[in-house]
C-alpha cells in the first residue's frame, strides 16, 4: 500500500492517477482539478527542475546558450531553443535575486570599490561594485551611464544598507569622485585609503581583488558579446551576483562560496534550491466561472427582440397602467 500517495502541483490534493508516457516521461492526471502534470517540474512546465537548474549553472558558469543547447540535447535528449533557455535564466534570476534581498551578510569593517567599463546597447557603461575584503561577499552593484559623485554615493548607500553598519576603511583607486561620495554617507567615521589597483603594501591595501573579480565578471559578458539594453544588462549582473555569492566556488576561501563561509544560514545552496517549489510561488487552480450573467443577458434580448417583432405585426397589446388600475389595451 502506497503511504505517500502523490499530490497535484496545483491543486496540492492526492486525487492522481497515472495518465501515460510520452517520450519515457510519466504523466498524471489530477480528478479534482483535471490537470496533467509530471513530476518533479514546476507548475506549467515539462521540464524536469534538475535540467533547468543544470542550464542556470551552465549559463553563469560562463557557457554560452548555444553551448548549454548541445549540451541538454546530449545529457537529457532534450531539445530546447536558445529563447527557451534564456527565458528560464531571465525568470528564475529574478527569482534568486528576490530570494538574495532577504539575506543579511556578515561582512567585516573593510571594504573595496572599484568600477569597470561594459559594453551596452553599442555604447560604454559603467559597472560599479562595493566587495568586502574578508568574506568576498559582493555587497552592492551598479549600472550607470556617467562616472559622478552621485554614482559613487548611490553605490556606498546601497552597500551600507545590504551590509546594515558602516565600514572602518573603504579602499578605492584614484578616483577623485570617491572622495565625496564616501564622505557623504559615511561621514569621518570611515577611513578612505586610495591606492593603485595592483599596488602592495604591508597591510595588502590593493584593489586587486576586486579586479580579479572584473576579470572573471568580463568572462561572463564576453561570452554573450553584450547586453543589448540596459534592463537585460542589469537582470544579468545582478543574477551573475547572485551566482558569485551564493554558489561560486572561492579557492581563497576553502572553495566554498561567500555567503557559506560565513557560517550563517543561506537562502539556497545552488540552483536547485531556488527552482525548488517552496521557493516559486505555486499557481493556484481557479475553476472556469460559469457565465450566468452572459446567459441572461443573452435570454433577455431574444426576450426583447421577440416582444419587438409582435409590437410591430400588433399581434400584441401592451396595457397602460393607471392610478385605479389597469386601463383598456393600447394597440
Not at 21 to 36: A, I, L, S, V
Not at 227 to 236: D, V, Y
Request: glycine residues 6%; positive net charge.
Amino acid at each position: 500500500m502506497n503511504t505517500n500517495p502523490i499530490s497535484c502541483k496545483y491543486c496540492q490534493l492526492p486525487s492522481v492517477i497515472r495518465f501515460g508516457k510520452y517520450k519515457n516521461t510519466q504523466y498524471y492526471f489530477c480528478k479534482h482539478c483535471r490537470r496533467k502534470f509530471v513530476l518533479d517540474t514546476l507548475p506549467r512546465m515539462k521540464t524536469p527542475t534538475k535540467i533547468i537548474a543544470s542550464a542556470l549553472g551552465q549559463y553563469y558558469g560562463g557557457m554560452s546558450l548555444d553551448a548549454i543547447q548541445r549540451q541538454l540535447q546530449q545529457d537529457y535528449n532534450l531539445s530546447m531553443s536558445e529563447v527557451g533557455i534564456y527565458k528560464w535564466v531571465a525568470r528564475f534570476s529574478k527569482q534568486a535575486i528576490k530570494e538574495a534581498k532577504t539575506f543579511q551578510p556578515k561582512v567585516s569593517d573593510e571594504w573595496i570599490a572599484d568600477e569597470t567599463v561594459l559594453r551596452v546597447g553599442g555604447r560604454n557603461v559603467w559597472f560599479w561594485d562595493c566587495i568586502d575584503k574578508k568574506t568576498r561577499f559582493l555587497l552592492a552593484s551598479r549600472l550607470s551611464n556617467t562616472r559622478t559623485t552621485n554614482d559613487a554615493e548611490i553605490l556606498m548607500q546601497q552597500a551600507y544598507e545590504r551590509a546594515g553598519k558602516a565600514p572602518r576603511k573603504i579602499l578605492t583607486d584614484k578616483l577623485a569622485v570617491y572622495l565625496d561620495g564616501i564622505e557623504r554617507v559615511f561621514g569621518a567615521d570611515t577611513k578612505h585609503i586610495q591606492t593603485s589597483p595592483f599596488g602592495s603594501g604591508e597591510d595588502d591595501e590593493n584593489t586587486s581583488i576586486l579586479e580579479r573579480f572584473h576579470g572573471t565578471l568580463k568572462d561572463r559578458t564576453n561570452i554573450i558579446r553584450g547586453f543589448k539594453s540596459m534592463t537585460t544588462a542589469k537582470l544579468i549582473t545582478d543574477g551573475w551576483l547572485v551566482h558569485y555569492n551564493f554558489f561560486k566556488e572561492h579557492s581563497a576561501l576553502g572553495d566554498i562560496p561567500p555567503a557559506q563561509n560565513m557560517g550563517i544560514s543561506v537562502p539556497f545552496r545552488d540552483w536547485n534550491d531556488v527552482l525548488k517549489p517552496t521557493q516559486i510561488q505555486e499557481i493556484k487552480f481557479k475553476p472556469k466561472p460559469i457565465t450566468v450573467e452572459k446567459d441572461i443577458k443573452s435570454k433577455s434580448y431574444t426576450k426583447h427582440r421577440h416582444i419587438k417583432t409582435l409590437k410591430r405585426s400588433r399581434k400584441f397589446s401592451f396595457p397602460t397602467v393607471t392610478m385605479t388600475g389597469v386601463s383598456k389595451s393600447r394597440v
